[in-house]
Nanobody, 133 residues
């Protein structure tokens, strides 16, 4: 059974960095895309970044405008882990961060559907990130 488990959240001051990890267990070969979402207090869950896991060069990625240039998504295929490196954190980045997986399909990034929650089949429990000023 496929499972996703996030880790790496915590409290940091504005301008600081954190690296989130999403560990996948079970038969992960069927996961085509892995994304990171976040949900801040009183806000809708929004897509942050996505990676096409079939691209071993980790070059097929996409980001929300609010995090471009600050966040980087990457993967370690051997460890079945996807990372979200978050630099220059801002108070607006405070949220619960969720890892999500999409088992099948193609064109998620190309057609701009990657940030839609309904596209994903698997979700982790979330890890809290708190950025203070």
């Amino acid at each position: 059974q496929l499972q996703l488990v996030e880790s790496g959240g915590g409290s940091v001051q504005a301008g600081g960095s954190l690296r989130l990890s999403c560990d996948a267990s079970g038969y992960t070969g069927e996961i085509n895309y892995m994304g990171w979402f976040r949900q801040g207090p009183g806000k809708e869950r929004e897509g942050v970044a996505v990676i096409d896991t079939r691209d071993t060069r980790s070059s097929d990625t996409a980001y929300a405008d609010s995090v471009k240039g600050r966040f980087t998504i990457s993967q370690d295929n051997a460890k079945k882990t996807v990372y979200l490196q978050m630099n220059s954190l801002e108070t607006e980045d405070t949220a619960m961060y969720y890892c999500a997986g999409k088992k099948t399909g193609w064109g998620l990034i190309y057609y701009g559907r990657w940030s839609r929650r309904e596209e994903y089949d698997l979700w982790g429990q979330g890890t809290q990130v708190t950025v203070s000023s």
